[in-house]
């Protein structure tokens, strides 16, 4: 572990050095061209165009103060006498360290604004899947509104195109829909799945906007607010479930089925036993006490979203490892996936799951409250949540296998996790 240690140190010294000798990479005159561009090709319409050449505009700007701060810094140091530049040494590293930092936080920055645009721009998912354009147009945009970006995600789309392609039942289903509402919630069942399915379709047939929202997810994306179902609270009960309420949530918004499966019965009952069984699938081998692990988490979301999840810790005292967490997050929630991501302070202590973002926010819900809130990505950058989400700091995330990077090693765990 030592050795592994000294050899992290020394790549990082490294690439100090090399950020020293050369500025943050990029050409924010081009950047700014295009972002000029885009304003053009705005006012013919589309609002879409105007947000993606506001954080071009905002990329390039800080790209351009930060070579120009490091350029500054060198032609500084430079201009210190030889015999005492020993002292400035210091100065000049921490500069061109925060200069590149500034640059990568841009850049992060807006990667997450055009994931919240690809997010919502999502006919050609479902063109290219095999949907024709008239029907994927109608889906994509069902039930969309501030947060909530919709019915459909990015995944939803791409599965449900494969599986009608080659199922005249599945089509049959769709056609005897009795709206595009209902019709794009049937869409999102056959997405996660091809059991149950007329089933469903009769369940759901002809029933209005608000009974669908009620049955067929566990919290509401539009804004924030308290959570409930059928008159009974969305939230833990227990002290070492929040990780397991966030799940059943994420597998909710996932799978309109098993939405339905909870509040089809006495919601208050059947939310209480999914916690218990829940809870007692993913901790076979942590204890139950603890809460739950992050590789439980993982392990779970894949077995019941269909697709591999990991888990990644976050440096927290490192500003460019939480900004590229934040844009993976980020990206998959703008793709349709929930992210459960844990909280702390000296140590991780408590899940939430990231539902919704949208213009510089982020919707989260906090399971011990039983309420979705609104959290600025600033704040998570500065590790400053404590007001929203119990604890300040982002210590780590679960992420689909797209966006979860490479995993840490086994050995490593979150100790007091939740």
Not at 255 to 275: G, H, M, N, V
Request: hydrophobic share 50%; glycine share 10%.
């Amino acid at each position: 572990m030592t050795q592994v240690t000294a050899l992290r140190r020394f790549w990082r010294l490294r690439g100090v050095v090399g950020e020293v000798r050369s500025a943050p990479a990029g050409d924010p005159a081009r950047i700014l061209a295009m972002a000029q561009a885009y304003r053009r090709a705005d006012e013919l319409g589309g609002a879409e165009f105007r947000r993606a050449a506001a954080g071009l505009a905002e990329y390039a700007a800080v790209l351009a103060a930060a070579q120009a701060e490091h350029a500054g810094l060198r032609a500084a140091f430079r201009a210190v006498p030889p015999l005492l530049r020993v002292g400035a040494v210091g100065r000049l590293v921490r500069g061109c360290v925060q200069a590149h930092t500034a640059a990568s936080g841009a850049a992060d920055l807006f990667a997450r604004r055009c994931g919240d645009l690809a997010g919502r721009a999502r006919i050609a998912v479902g063109v290219e899947a095999g949907l024709p354009v008239a029907e994927a147009a109608e889906l994509a945009s069902a039930a969309a509104r501030g947060y909530d970006s919709g019915v459909l995600g990015l995944r939803h789309l791409r599965l449900a195109g494969e599986r009608l392609a080659g199922s005249a039942e599945a089509r049959a289903l769709l056609d005897r829909a009795a709206s595009d509402l209902e019709r794009a919630w049937l869409v999102k069942a056959m997405a996660a799945g091809d059991t149950g399915l007329a089933e469903f379709a009769a369940a759901i047939r002809g029933r209005p906007a608000d009974w669908l929202a009620e049955r067929l997810t566990l919290v509401d994306r539009h804004a924030p607010g308290t959570q409930s179902r059928l008159g009974a609270a969305v939230r833990q009960h227990e002290p070492t479930t929040c990780g397991t309420t966030c799940l059943i949530v994420a597998r909710a918004e996932w799978d309109p089925r098993y939405a339905l499966a909870l509040t089809s019965a006495e919601f208050a009952t059947a939310f209480r036993a999914a916690r218990a069984a829940v809870h007692a699938e993913t901790n076979r081998w942590y204890p139950r006490f603890a809460g739950t692990s992050p590789h439980g988490m993982a392990r779970w979301l894949t077995r019941h979203l269909g697709v591999r999840h990991r888990w990644r810790a976050v440096d927290d005292t490192d500003a460019r490892d939480v900004s590229r967490a934040l844009r993976d997050v980020l990206a998959a929630v703008d793709a349709g996936d929930p992210v459960p991501v844990l909280v702390g302070a000296v140590v991780p202590r408590h899940y939430v799951l990231v539902v919704g973002h949208h213009d510089g926010s982020v919707l989260v819900f906090e399971p011990s409250a039983g309420r979705t809130v609104v959290v600025p990505d600033r704040a998570f950058l500065d590790g400053d949540l404590r007001g929203a989400l119990g604890f300040p700091h982002l210590q780590a995330v679960v992420l689909p296998d797209d966006q979860a990077g490479q995993p840490l090693s086994a050995g490593m765990s979150a100790d007091g996790s939740k």
